[in-house]
């Protein structure tokens, strides 16, 4: 995958917990390379401890629709 949320912010909660990436108290602004290019991540501490992390991302490119709903049920349903 590109990118995945859930994955993303929790790295960047262990990055700051573990001290893997130095922080300080407040708001840790961070950058995380990753297949759709660099996502900010923002991580804060007070009293000492990781409290929230939390991300930015662009926005999604979608690919073409497909039509046939008829195909795309027959796939989904149990023989």
């Known amino acids: 995958m590109p990118v995945a949320g859930h994955p993303t912010v929790g790295t960047a909660f262990l990055l700051g917990l573990e ?11 961070w950058i995380l390379e990753e ?5 900010r991540v ?3 501490k007070e009293h000492d401890k990781i409290t929230k992390a939390e991300m930015s ?6 690919g073409e629709v497909y039509h ?12």
Do not use: H, K, M, R
């Open 35 to 39: 297949g759709v290019g660099d996502i």
């Open 19 to 29: 001290n893997w990436i130095e922080t300080v108290q407040g708001v840790n602004e």
């Open 57 to 62: 991302q662009p926005i999604p490119i979608f």
């Open 42 to 44: 923002t991580v804060y």
């Open 68 to 79: 046939d709903t008829q195909v795309i049920a027959d796939l989904l349903s149990n023989y």
